[in-house]
C-alpha cells in the first residue's frame, strides 16, 4: 500500500510539474541593428510584439534585442534569424544581396508615391506569391520606409550636377539608378556612410530622412534633393523552424498583427515621420530642394525606363514581377 500511495504521489507531482511546464510562456527574441528609437522599431516592431502579447497574455512573452546587442552587422541580419541565433528581426532588403531579389522592386525610382502605397504593394506583391528566398523564415509583414533621397555638402538643383560623384547605395537597384544619372554607386552600411562623408571618399548618399535622422547623417551631410528614387523595402521576418513550432493559433494572432494591417500602418508611421523631421530640418537651416512635378517627370523620362529595363534583365521573372508590380499599384490606386 505503501508503495501504492508512494507511486500515485510521484505520479501527481509530475503532473503537476508537467502543468506548469505547459504554462511557460513562449518567448519570442524580436531583433534589430537599430536603436530603440528608430521608427521601424517603434512603429512596426514594439507594436506588433505588444499586439500579440495583449492577445495571448501569458502564452507569450515577446522580448526586444535592439541597436544590435544580438548582432550588430546590418548585413547579417537575415542570417541571424535563418540560422536561430534570434527568432526574428528586422531585415533591410538592399543590405540582403541577392536573397530577396524581387522585392527589390520597390527601390526603382519615380514609381511609388508614399510610404504607406510602398508597403501595402510589397505585402500584396508577396500575397500573389512574387517573393522568393524565404525558404527558411516566415514573412510577418513587409513595409517601406520614406523615398530615398539624395543628400550632399551643398544643394544641387538638377540630377545633371552628380555626374561623376561618388554616392552611398545600399542595395543594386539604387546602384542602377546611380549608373543611370551617371554617378558612381558605393554600397555601404549607413554609419559606413558617414565616415566616408567626412573623409570625402563619397560625395553624397542616397538615403531616406528617417535614416538620415536615425544614423546621424544630417550632421554630416547639408542639403536633400527630394527626388523619389524609391523605397527600400523591409521585412519583418522569423526563423522557419521556430513559426513552424509555434500552436496554430499563436500563428494565427502574429499574422493578423502583422501581414498588411501593420504593413500599412508601417508605411503611413514613415510618412508622417519624414515630414516632422523635414519640417524639423528645414527651421535648423538645413537646406531641402524639392523639384516640381515637371522635374521629376523629365526624369523619369531621361532615365527610368533605362533602370527599370535594366532591373527586368536581371531576372528570369523580371518582367512578369514588374508587371504585377505595376498591375497593383493601379489596383492599390483605384481603391481610393
Do not use: C
Amino acid at each position: 500500500m505503501r508503495n501504492i500511495l508512494y507511486s500515485l504521489g510521484a505520479a501527481g507531482l509530475m503532473l503537476t510539474a508537467a502543468s506548469a511546464h505547459a504554462q511557460d510562456p513562449i518567448t519570442i527574441r524580436v531583433a534589430s541593428f537599430t536603436p530603440e528609437q528608430a521608427v521601424g522599431v517603434q512603429n512596426v516592431l514594439i507594436p506588433w510584439m505588444e499586439g500579440v502579447e495583449a492577445e495571448l497574455g501569458d502564452r507569450v512573452d515577446m522580448q526586444g534585442y535592439w541597436g544590435g546587442s544580438l548582432g550588430r552587422d546590418p548585413f547579417a541580419q537575415y542570417d541571424l534569424v535563418a540560422n536561430g541565433v534570434v527568432d526574428a528581426a528586422w531585415i533591410l532588403v538592399g543590405y540582403t544581396p541577392g536573397q530577396f531579389p524581387e522585392l527589390s522592386i520597390t527601390e526603382l525610382p519615380f514609381v511609388l508615391r508614399s510610404a504607406e502605397e510602398a508597403s501595402v504593394v510589397a505585402w500584396r506583391l508577396h500575397e500573389q506569391g512574387y517573393l522568393s528566398g524565404i525558404d527558411d523564415v516566415h514573412v510577418i509583414t513587409i513595409w517601406a520606409p520614406d523615398a530615398t533621397n539624395i543628400f550632399t555638402d551643398e544643394p544641387i538643383s538638377d540630377l545633371s550636377e552628380l555626374e561623376g560623384m561618388r554616392l552611398r547605395t545600399s542595395g543594386s537597384t539604387q546602384a542602377l539608378t546611380v549608373e543611370a544619372i551617371g554617378a558612381l554607386p558605393e554600397t555601404l552600411g549607413s554609419t559606413e556612410s558617414n565616415e566616408a562623408m567626412m573623409r570625402g571618399t563619397i560625395e553624397g548618399m542616397l538615403q531616406g530622412w528617417t535614416g538620415m535622422q536615425t544614423f546621424g547623417s544630417f550632421e554630416v551631410t547639408g542639403a536633400g534633393y527630394r527626388v523619389p528614387f524609391g523605397m527600400a523595402a523591409f521585412l519583418l521576418l522569423m526563423n522557419g523552424d521556430v513559426w513552424e513550432s509555434l500552436p496554430a493559433d499563436v500563428q494565427e494572432v502574429m499574422m493578423a498583427q502583422g501581414g498588411e494591417t501593420l504593413a500599412e500602418a508601417g508605411g503611413i508611421a514613415y510618412d508622417e515621420a519624414t515630414q516632422r523631421i523635414i519640417d524639423a530640418q528645414k527651421e535648423a537651416g538645413y537646406a531641402v530642394v524639392v523639384p516640381d512635378d515637371a522635374t521629376i517627370d523629365s526624369y523619369a523620362d531621361a532615365y527610368g525606363q533605362e533602370v527599370y529595363d535594366a532591373w527586368i534583365g536581371q531576372y528570369d521573372n523580371g518582367q512578369e514581377v514588374f508587371d504585377a508590380f505595376m498591375s497593383i499599384i493601379e489596383e492599390y490606386r483605384a481603391e481610393g
